[in-house]
Each structure stands twice: as structure tokens, then as C-alpha cells.
């Protein structure tokens, strides 16, 4: 994960009206989930039917966030549609917010998947350079990201494209082909690298603009 600036979003308004807090608005969630640290919460997990099972066994149920049923959940079913599988931590959940013994904070407030167009300034993390999240979670990207490297120390300022983070300074190049419209692309001695290896290079394609990414001014 990369944490932009949690107290943005986890508020003290937000600490004190709720009782469990989730950077997702439909599961609990094991990248970043908040309990209150009280006796009933200490022991919600004892609430579900598994819990012994899942303590005990050597097997992964994803226990804490909705036991594996991500996409269903994400396409809108809710987890009182699978009564038969293991009780997870958002039926629990659930369960006490619907018998009035708990008020949640569920709301989607980061960045999942390989998306790109993320800018991460100065303890900031923001998604196509205008909408504030509380941190990306790395979950795809770690996989195909291919230039990984350490920097240290941490810039101001620094980038992330579907597949790499780039720290030093980046263009946006606009690329604008006659009759199918523009194109967006990061990196513009990239970009120019390639394109000089296209044949009728003038007639076809010319760039259109660029900006620098400190400026704001994407899309």
C-alpha cells in the first residue's frame, strides 16, 4: 500500500460516531478496517458459527474481510445470499449493525487496481490528478510493475502508470492522429523514441502538445 493522508478521511467526527470503519463500501476490508477497542468488539469474531473452524484450520477463508466473495459482493449481492459457506467478518458485521448494536463507516475511499493516472504529492494521493484518496492499494500492480526500483530519500512528488512508477519528471504528450482522434501518453521521450520508427511519421501523426504533469492541467 501507499498512504496518502489517513486523518483527511478518518476523521475525529468519524472515530467518534462509529464503532467499525472500512475503506470499502460493501465488505469489510483487510488492507485498512477499524475497530473500536471495546469488550463487544473484542469478541464480534466469537459471533460467527466458524470461528472455531477457522482458527483451527490450516485452510484460508478470508475470514476477516467476506470470505473470497469479492466480486460478488463488488457486483452488488449482499453476503446474507450465501448462508451455507463460512460466516466472514462483514457477516458479523452486518449481523450487529442490523440488530442496532453498531454504527460502521463503510465507504470507498482508495485506489484499487492498475489503473494509472495517480500522482502521489508531498503525503497526498490523488487519482487522475483531482480526486483525493486515503492510499493505493498495490494489489494488481505489484505484479506488473517492471521497474522497480528504491528511492531514497522519498521525492516530493511521484507517478504511477499502469505498470511503473516513474520519480523523475514526466510529460503528458497529447499524440493526435487525423481522423481518430488523440491519444495520452506518459513519458515524452518515450513517446517521440517511438513514433520516429514509424514510416510516414509527417503525414500521419504529429504531436499535438505537451505539459508538464506539475502543472495539473491532465485531461
Known amino acids: 500500500m501507499v498512504y496518502g493522508n489517513i486523518r483527511d478521511f478518518v476523521t475525529e467526527e468519524v472515530l467518534n460516531n462509529h464503532d467499525v470503519i472500512s475503506n470499502r463500501h460493501d ?5 485498512f478496517c477499524l475497530f473500536r477497542n471495546n469488550k463487544l468488539l473484542s469478541g464480534l469474531f466469537m459471533e460467527s458459527k466458524d470461528y ?3 482458527c483451527s484450520s490450516a485452510e484460508h477463508f478470508c475470514f476477516d474481510e467476506c470470505n473470497l466473495f469479492f466480486k460478488e459482493l463488488q457486483n452488488g449481492a449482499s453476503i446474507y445470499n450465501y448462508p451455507d459457506n ?3 467478518m462483514t457477516y458479523v458485521v452486518k ?4 440488530q442496532g448494536r453498531l454504527k460502521t463507516f463503510f465507504d470507498f475511499i482508495i485506489i484499487e487496481g492498475a489503473t494509472g493516472n495517480i500522482e502521489w504529492e508531498k503525503g497526498k494521493i490523488y487519482y487522475k490528478y483531482m480526486h483525493e484518496a ?5 494489489i494488481r500492480f505489484k505484479t506488473l510493475c517492471k521497474r522497480r526500483k528504491i528511492l531514497n530519500p522519498i521525492p516530493n512528488t511521484f507517478y504511477f ?3 511503473k512508477i516513474f520519480f523523475d519528471r514526466i510529460f503528458l504528450s497529447y499524440i493526435f492522429t487525423p481522423g481518430v482522434g488523440a491519444a495520452t501518453c506518459l513519458n515524452f521521450s518515450l513517446v517521440a523514441r517511438e513514433f520516429l520508427k514509424l514510416p510516414g511519421l509527417e503525414n500521419k ?5 505537451f505539459k508538464e504533469i506539475s502543472q495539473k492541467k491532465l485531461m
Open 27 to 31: 465488505y469489510n476490508t483487510g488492507t
Open 86 to 88: 463460512i460466516q466472514s
Open 134 to 138: 486515503m492510499f493505493y492499494y498495490l
Open 161 to 163: 502508470t499502469p505498470r
Open 205 to 209: 501523426y504529429f504531436l499535438f502538445r
Open 52 to 54: 472455531k473452524q477457522v
Open 95 to 98: 449481523n450487529a449493525v442490523n
